[in-house]
């Protein structure tokens, strides 16, 4: 059999084999065993056979020896051969595919590329009726050629154009079409249609709009995006077109899908940016008046949107290359209609169309200078004969926000003071109504009564927007409104919400990126002159005014001037002799911080300044005046030194690195010499303004590196004695700032600064504090404090003995002694408890996985303890009640809330099962210190119903035993009486009632009712009359926000669970 | 219902200045005296000292937790206020078809002391003399105030003189307890209703 006979036998089910002999025929013809004539004549038997599938594997053999020769083994003649052989048989199988072979072979060339283009349009006159891999195998050929030999299809013109138009027409898959689209852009671009523009247009036009939506799974994965967006590449490829693609589009616009009508505002959008001006200028008016409608009688704001792009691409476009602005200009004639509809609108300014024109304005208008020009000069003088002649001020506040929808697009088109773009060709046509404006807007702000807030905000809004325009007020007319904004700052009483005092803010601050000298110069003394310069005469006037500050020093000049004169201003008031009030200089130093907050430090050139003048010198004089009599009681105020210290945090750990290895011999001298002061680690007996400083020495120390050297008393041998004198200290306060200071200065210690190898040390402190086995007797709540806090330090660096220690801490919960018992659970939520000093910003040593073992440690033993008593209880309630147990209950529900409150809720979930009941017991308690474990409760249940909506409660079978629970806590009760108890029960089952998740998981199906999504009946309904029966009760709340709340709840019930669930099934 | 817009180009009041409730009762909680909203920076919040006892709740607003809040005219324009126009995605505070000084409470039975029993009327101004949904409107803010008052409330909701040339007619069909419960049983009624009401905050 020859190699034919076998190709033929196996070319249909083993395509290995069948290439396999192609290759052994290719190897011989390559070394002239057999030669390629050979070849083709052993066809002759096959390729006039009448069967279409013989003929068809016959020429498909000849492809396949063709593909396995070297590029260049073919001569010209044979390709010439080969190539009349393959068009001549274009129809049979495996001919196209032999044409795509020998086009990309070096020696085909021009004429071949048009003798095959030329027998395509032949042969495949009945193109469509073929199956779609075989009209595939074509337009690939067809592209390829496109690719390769384009100049040959060029130069057949027309008939190439006409050819290729027939050849595609009817075509409907998919995968083809991205092709032929690609094809036909080409064409179109490079042609010379100007005799078939029709004819090329309708060829892809006639898939608009595209409806095509991909099976699921579809291996191709294309999408109807990528088909748009190709075919839109061809609507808009040619300006011949216009004629006939904008009427069709604009035609589309009457569609009454929405979809629809985006594609062909795109389309639109794509044909405006591409087509050339002049074809644009043509139909500008059109399209103007066909979107007008779009815009004034908005379906979908989308469409408004995308409509509104149209007419600022028009603008664009038809601005280009403009020098001179004349009436005679093609883009004064199509804005001429647009300002004339939309001066008409304006004249109604209050009116619902009003809001539309503003927007066709804005739009327009920040296209280009000369748009905003011509469009000056037409509409500002009528809005300000509206203005003159409004009769209310409800319409001149209107106008206002029109004027600044103009202010702002002159901004985009002619920037602010601090940008920095090219300076422009135009002059800003604004300048010729300057004083007017001033006017106006400067009346509006100062001259109104008050109470008219929105009047004066847009009042202010307009001259904010004039005074960051470049080059359009002078100094001293922002100058002005810096004046009129430090009046409505200093001067004003307060009306309703504020709401000028606000934008007053934002304005300087605004003001300051822009023109930091005028607010230097004008702000700055009127307001620092408002300070007091004494404590006595503060009033709480001084807030106002150092809020302000804060706010609006936000640029580097004002930042520094401000943080120099409140230095100087506090210096003064320590200075002084006062006894009393410390808010005052309070008050500064956290507006210190709070400017500081602000800012990257570490790049600042006056760190060292800081450094010097607030932590050196500061913390001498806190530690100096605590031994030695001071003039006043400022510096040994804890709150003071509480915000002083986090001031020296932030400036520490800004500071570079040598300079805080200097700082750390200082955390307990506080940089005074010996004489002036003892440090408070093993001194005999510090008084209690000394102590205090510790405040001070727990801030510094927390920014400084773990591994910083020379730290006092920490290596010698080891940090055993600090850290007991640490604990010990603490133990033993009465102050609770103090107390607090010394608490978090040991568990930093422990956390941060003890080496890995010394961890043994901390657990010996624990278990020295707190002997094993003697958990259950009374502890003094200093060593429960202390047992907590230096857990606290170990847990969040997961030491070994994690464990044992909640373990221990779990058992002092059990504890006969009831206060000891309580004060215990209630230190739950310090464990994991963000903590200003043992944050991540201040390096401290915290694992990831430390809340996970937390609450895996500690929530079985909890349930199982709660278990045993609910056990025992019930039993010995017939025998004798035991009054010294029963708050062990309550005691380890409250550990449980603290617990909770501080683990994030996607790790509770998977422990719902076992938690929600002890949940709803915690909302069983009912005394008046019980609230806060329930507050804490309801706002675990509202997370977790908000994130997974009610599906999980009713997995573990507990909605009903909820929801009467909820409803009884929303009730008004002695037990109930905080009203944020009854306000957080009505936010969970107002939370219950919502469809579960539309945010995050559930996707594209979360929007269906949940009946149709669980394919059956709400867990709701069976308790939604007595819900909403209960509801109603609950609305005659004395509490406001209670009302509005149940309000809320029973809204979202009534709409939300379905009675039944016909609407899809 | 009709389905071309009846007025296509309403007034529409700003926002910024319909009635609200100042919220005097929470500036005098954040009560350090005169600082008011404004002194943000000294939020409690952000700079406060939490002291190590845990769960420690502040038991200091005790004291205005005795004041009661009755239900006044201002809640009563917050819970219909924000019912959105069948016609636009307006709410009616802003079409000002509801205004404050159109909703007046009143005791039902002034004669008997100690009654709680109130009667709550409200007028309704449509936007244009002739709008045939003025029923639907009045249906809805009758709905939406059945919903959320406690049951010793009346509802008794109006035409405004004058505002309507048909006023009569729709004050008659919304005093009608049986039209108003057969009107509520219709399913695209209700459908209409359940869209205005989507937007109540």
Redo the contacts between chains.
């Keep these: 059999m020859s190699a034919l006979q076998t190709f033929m036998l196996v070319v249909d089910h083993d395509k290995q084999e069948a290439q396999q002999i192609a290759e052994r025929v290719a190897q011989d013809v390559e070394s002239k065993k057999t030669t390629l004539i050979e070849v083709v004549q052993s066809l002759v038997e096959y390729v006039n056979d009448e069967d279409p599938i013989l003929r068809g594997k016959a020429v498909s053999f000849l492809t396949a020896v063709i593909k396995e020769l070297p590029p260049k083994f073919l001569t010209r003649q044979q390709i010439q051969v080969l190539t009349t052989f393959f068009c001549d048989r274009a129809q049979d199988g495996g001919a196209v595919a032999g044409l795509e072979t020998l086009q990309k072979l070096d020696r085909f060339n021009k004429p071949l590329a048009e003798e095959v283009a030329r027998a395509i349009f032949e042969q495949f006159q009945d193109l469509q009726s073929r199956s779609q891999s075989q009209r595939f195998q074509v337009y690939q050929l067809l592209n390829e050629l496109m690719l390769n030999y384009r100049s040959a299809l060029h130069d057949m013109g027309d008939e190439s154009l006409v050819g290729i138009v027939d050849l595609v027409t009817g075509e409907k898959d998919p995968r083809n079409l991205m092709l032929v689209f690609s094809i036909l852009k080409v064409v179109m671009v490079e042609w010379d249609i100007s005799t078939h523009a029709e004819l090329l247009f309708d060829a892809v036009y006639n898939y608009f709009p595209i409806t095509f939506r991909p099976p699921p799974n579809d291996p191709y994965g294309i999408t109807a995006q990528d088909l748009k967006d190709r075919l839109q590449d061809c609507i808009s490829s040619n300006s011949l077109f216009a004629p006939h693609a904008i009427p069709s589009l604009l035609d589309k616009l009457d569609s009454t899908s929405p979809n629809v009508k985006r594609d062909a505002l795109n389309a639109l959008i794509a044909c405006i940016e591409s087509y050339d001006p002049n074809t644009v200028s043509r139909y500008s008016i059109t399209i103007w008046e066909t979107l007008k409608f779009e815009i004034l009688n908005a379906q979908e704001e989308f469409l408004s949107e995308l409509s509104l792009k149209v007419l600022q691409g028009i603008t664009k476009r038809l601005s280009e290359g403009i020098t001179q602005i004349s009436d005679q200009l093609p883009l004064a004639q199509y804005l001429r209609p647009i300002t004339k509809e939309c001066n008409e609108q304006l004249r109604e300014p209050q009116q619902k169309q009003a809001k539309p024109a503003q927007q066709i304005l804005s739009s327009v208008s920040s296209a280009s200078a000369p748009a905003f020009t011509l469009i000056v000069q037409t509409v500002v003088a009528p809005l300000l004969t509206i203005y003159q002649e409004a009769d209310g001020i409800a319409k001149q506040r209107a106008l206002l926000d029109t004027l600044g929808v103009l202010f702002d697009s002159s901004i985009k088109v002619f920037g602010e003071w601090a940008s920095r773009d090219s300076e422009l060709t135009f002059e800003n046509p604004l300048l010729e109504f300057k004083d007017q404006f001033s006017e106006i807007f400067g009346q509006a702000l100062m001259g109104a009564i008050k109470e008219e807030v929105s009047f004066r905000t847009s009042a202010l809004k307009g001259l904010l927007r004039l005074s960051v325009l470049r080059d359009y007020f002078q100094d001293n007319e922002i100058g002005l409104f810096v004046q009129y904004l430090d009046e409505i700052l200093l001067k004003e009483e307060s009306v309703g919400r504020d709401d000028i005092k606000k934008e007053a803010i934002t304005a300087l601050t605004e003001i300051s990126k822009h023109k930091p000298r005028l607010i230097l110069d004008i702000t700055f003394p009127a307001f620092v002159a408002t300070l007091p310069d004494s404590i006595e005469e503060a009033d709480k006037g001084y807030m106002k005014t150092l809020d302000v500050l804060a706010k609006i020093s936000v640029e580097k000049d004002i930042f520094e001037t401000l943080v120099r004169r409140l230095l100087s201003k506090l210096n003064v008031l320590l200075q002084r002799e006062h006894s009393g009030s410390v808010e005052y200089p309070r008050a500064i130093l956290l507006t210190i911080l709070f400017v500081m907050n602000q800012r990257k430090m570490e790049e600042d050139p006056n760190l060292e300044f800081y450094y010097d003048k607030i932590v050196v010198s500061l913390c001498r004089s806190a530690a100096a005046g605590s031994t030695s009599p001071a003039p006043n009681n400022i510096l040994s105020d804890a709150t003071v030194l509480d915000v002083l210290g986090r001031l020296c945090n932030l400036i520490v750990r800004a500071l570079p690195r040598s300079k805080q290895d200097e700082i750390a011999q200082n955390v307990y001298t506080l940089f005074t010499s010996t004489e002036e002061f003892q440090p408070v680690p093993f001194a005999p007996s510090p008084n209690a303004s000394q102590k205090r400083t510790m405040i001070l020495s727990t801030a510094i120390l927390a920014a400084l590196p773990a591994d910083v050297p020379n730290l006092p008393y920490a290596t010698n041998p080891n940090m055993s004695a600090l850290l007991a004198d640490m604990a010990n200290r603490a133990t033993g306060e009465t102050e609770p700032a103090t107390q607090y200071a010394f608490l978090r200065h040991l568990a930093l210690l422990a956390n941060k600064f003890l080496p890995k190898s010394d961890l043994a040390l901390a657990s010996d402190l624990f278990y020295a504090l707190l002997p094993p086995g003697s958990e259950t007797s009374r502890v003094n709540p200093g060593t429960i404090h202390t047992l907590f806090w230096l857990s606290k330090g170990l847990v969040l660096r997961l030491a070994p003995t994690t464990t044992q220690h909640l373990t221990s801490l779990l058992a002092l919960v059990s504890s006969v002694d009831e206060e000891t018992s309580l004060t215990a659970a209630r230190s739950f939520s310090i464990l994991l408890r963000h903590d200003e000093i043992l944050s991540a910003t201040n390096g401290a040593n915290i694992r990831l996985l430390c809340r996970q073992r937390v609450f895996t440690t500690l929530t079985p033993q909890i349930s199982s303890r709660i278990r045993e008593v609910n056990l025992s209880s019930s039993s010995a309630a017939a025998a004798e009640p035991q009054p010294q147990t029963q708050h062990i209950k309550p005691a380890h529900l409250t550990a449980l809330s603290g617990i909770l409150s501080t683990i994030p809720p996607p790790l509770v979930l998977p422990e719902l099962p076992t938690l929600l009941p002890l949940l709803l017991q915690t909302l069983d308690l009912s005394t008046a210190a019980s609230t806060p474990v329930r507050l804490a409760t309801l706002s675990t249940l509202a997370v977790i119903i908000r994130d997974n909506g009610v599906a999980v409660i009713d997995q573990c079978g507990h909605v009903q035993s909820l929801v009467t629970r909820l409803l009884s806590t929303a009730e008004y009760s002695p037990a109930n009486h905080h009203p944020k108890l009854r306000v957080d029960a009505l936010n969970c089952l107002y939370l219950l009632a919502q469809t579960p998740g539309s945010s995050s998981s559930g996707g594209a199906e979360s929007a269906a009712p949940a009946i149709a999504r669980t394919g059956r009946l709400s867990p709701l309904l069976p308790v939604k009359n007595q819900v909403v029966r209960a509801l109603r009760a609950i609305l005659d709340d004395p509490k406001r926000e209670v009302r509005k709340a149940a309000v809320d709840a029973r809204a979202a019930w009534l709409r939300g669970v379905d009675d039944a669930g016909d609407e899809e099934d | 219902m009709a389905s071309e817009?009846q007025n296509?180009?309403?007034?529409?009041?700003?926002v910024?200045?319909l009635p609200t409730r100042?919220?005097s009762a929470a500036a005098s909680k954040a009560g350090?005296?005169?600082?008011?909203?404004?002194?943000?920076?000294?939020s409690t919040s952000a700079?406060s000292?939490d002291?190590?006892?845990?769960?420690?709740?502040s038991s200091d607003?005790?004291d205005e937790?005795v004041i009661?809040?009755?239900?006044d005219e201002q809640?009563i324009y917050d819970?219909i206020s924000s019912i959105s126009d069948p016609e636009?995605p307006?709410s009616l505070g802003a079409l000002a078809v509801v205004s404050l000084p159109d909703i007046a409470i009143k005791p039902t039975l002034p004669d008997v002391l100690g009654s709680d029993l109130r009667t709550i009327s409200v007028l309704i101004t449509p936007t244009i003399t002739h709008c045939s949904l003025a029923t639907v409107i009045g249906l809805g803010v009758r709905v939406r105030l059945e919903?959320?008052?406690?049951?010793?409330f009346r509802v008794d909701v109006r035409i405004k003189e004058g505002s309507h040339s048909t006023a009569e007619e729709v004050n008659k069909q919304l005093a009608d307890k049986e039209r108003v419960a057969a009107a509520l049983e219709n399913g695209t009624l209700m459908g209409v209703i359940?869209k205005m009401?989507?937007s109540?905050?």
Aim: hydrophobic share 35%.
């Design positions: 817009v296509s180009n309403p007034t529409i009041l700003n910024a200045d100042l919220s350090t005296g005169s600082t008011g909203a404004l002194a943000s920076i000294f700079y000292i002291w190590p006892t845990g769960l420690n709740l607003s005790s937790d009661e809040e009755p239900i809640e819970l636009h307006i919903q959320s008052l406690p049951p010793r359940a009401l989507e109540c905050r």
